[in-house]
């Protein structure tokens, strides 16, 4: 088709967007480093589009485009898959003398061409791949990655785990599967061998597979285990990881993992083996000072905190046991790695949770007394209670 560049000078008129496609990402990209002003009108933007809105880098209207907003344009564009939607749009703009482009077919008055100097767009996760395993992150759905979406949007099978946020499986398209494959202690939905064989014969079926799995894959998540076995079957994967629960339920416990005064790293450990013995080096964990993250908490307040103590750590090291982290269910309780323990038996705590010891665990309190507007007397004792 042959063309113009035209190349247009900002001024105060908008370009308006109806609808929150994700085929709005070009135009707006085009239209930021053009330096025009973007107008989005959609009743229910998808996430991505939300940091755009919160950060005012866009004048969003929760509603659909009217003939008002049209004719204060200078440009149109339709982001959205309803044929209903950009039929309206496009009978507005006709109206009003203004340019159209339809960003999901790419027809129009008009086009948007990169420059050449401009990267190319990610590549759709799908590319070459039969299976995704996914990282969900530890409980809140906001803390699932761009590229996990983007995956997670695309795929005809979900093979999600206990700890997976339900609003992440309502990202998946319509007609995608959606099944649970969870493992509680003593009850696998199941067994690994017989996942890692149904996830081969979804792939070899031409289906688009993606293993959800909480936290990160890679972290005590068994993905490697899963990635080893697919690529010896020849099914073609990519991993995206997640953000694993040591870290994103000290973030929002506000537990620094590490810090400048109190300990130059973190160790991630878990409480229970292979046939469930715990082979750890224990003197040189507590001769690192560093901080321990320890999954499967429960467990490691009967296993490993006595072993810690009977090994030369001071009894009362700051402790901490975050249960449900990251989640509107969230508790924090404190103490230290003596007296957590008995804490934890009182209030009933149960899994999921992350044990957290080290000298960090005294920022918490902290941090939120200066939020309180005071800061804590290092004269007063502060005896450790739980923390909601």
């Keep these: 088709?042959?063309?113009?560049?035209?190349?247009?000078?900002?001024?105060?008129?908008?370009?308006?967007?109806?609808?929150?496609?994700?085929?709005?990402?070009?135009?707006?990209?085009?239209?930021?480093?053009?330096?025009?002003?973007?107008?989005?009108?959609?009743?229910?933007?998808?996430?991505?589009?939300?940091?755009?809105?919160?950060?005012?880098?866009?004048?969003?209207?929760?509603?659909?485009?009217?003939?008002?907003?049209?004719?204060?344009?200078?440009?149109?564009?339709?982001?959205?898959?309803?044929?209903?939607?950009?039929?309206?749009?496009?009978?507005?703009?006709?109206?009003?003398?203004?340019?159209?482009?339809?960003a999901v077919t790419g027809g129009g008055d008009f086009v948007f061409e990169p420059p050449e100097s401009t990267p190319a767009a990610r590549d759709d996760p799908w590319q070459h791949v039969q299976v995704c395993l996914v990282g969900a992150g530890p409980g809140d759905p906001g803390l699932l990655t761009l590229d996990g979406e983007r995956a997670l949007r695309g795929a005809d099978v979900v093979l999600y785990d206990r700890l997976v946020s339900p609003r992440l499986l309502s990202w998946a398209p319509a007609h995608a599967e959606r099944v649970f494959v969870g493992k509680r202690r003593g009850h696998h939905h199941y067994r690994q061998?017989?996942?890692?064989?149904?996830?081969?014969?979804?792939?070899?079926?031409?289906?688009?597979?993606?293993?959800?799995?909480?936290?990160?894959?890679?972290?005590?998540?068994?993905?490697?285990?899963?990635?080893?076995?697919?690529?010896?079957?020849g099914v073609a994967t990519r991993a995206i990881p997640g953000i694993t629960a040591g870290s994103g339920c000290a973030t929002y416990a506000d537990i620094p993992l590490t810090h400048r005064d109190h300990a130059a790293g973190c160790e991630f450990l878990t409480a229970h083996g292979q046939a469930g013995e715990m082979r750890h080096d224990w003197a040189a964990l507590v001769r690192s000072r560093h901080t321990l993250v320890i999954y499967m908490g429960v467990m490691a307040l009967t296993n490993l905190c006595p072993a810690l103590v009977a090994h030369g750590m001071d009894p009362d090291t700051p402790a901490a046991l975050i249960?449900?982290?990251?989640?509107?269910?969230?508790?924090?309780?404190?103490?230290?790695?003596?007296?957590?323990?008995?804490?934890?038996?009182?209030?009933?705590?149960?899994?999921?949770?992350?044990?957290?010891?080290?000298?960090?665990?005294?920022?918490?309190?902290?941090?939120?007394?200066?939020?309180?507007?005071?800061?804590?007397?290092?004269?007063?004792?502060?005896?450790?209670?739980?923390?909601?």
């Design 1 to 102: 088709m042959a063309g113009l560049n035209i190349q247009l000078n900002a001024d105060e008129r908008p370009a308006v967007i109806g609808g929150g496609d994700r085929a709005a990402a070009r135009p707006l990209a085009a239209l930021a480093r053009a330096g025009l002003t973007v107008r989005l009108c959609c009743a229910d933007p998808e996430p991505w589009l939300r940091d755009l809105i919160e950060s005012r880098a866009i004048d969003w209207r929760p509603r659909p485009a009217t003939a008002a907003d049209v004719a204060a344009a200078r440009l149109v564009i339709a982001a959205s898959a309803e044929p209903a939607c950009v039929r309206d749009l496009r009978r507005l703009a006709t109206d009003a003398g203004r340019p159209f482009h339809d």
């Design 193 to 233: 061998a017989e996942l890692n064989r149904h996830m081969i014969a979804l792939a070899r079926a031409g289906r688009r597979v993606l293993r959800l799995k909480g936290g990160d894959p890679f972290v005590f998540g068994r993905g490697g285990e899963e990635l080893v076995e697919l690529a010896a079957a």
């Design 323 to 388: 249960e449900r982290g990251t989640t509107p269910e969230q508790r924090v309780l404190t103490g230290s790695v003596t007296s957590l323990p008995a804490t934890a038996r009182r209030h009933t705590v149960t899994s999921p949770a992350v044990l957290i010891v080290g000298s960090v665990v005294s920022l918490r309190e902290t941090v939120r007394a200066a939020r309180r507007g005071r800061l804590p007397d290092p004269a007063v004792d502060h005896p450790p209670v739980p923390r909601a």
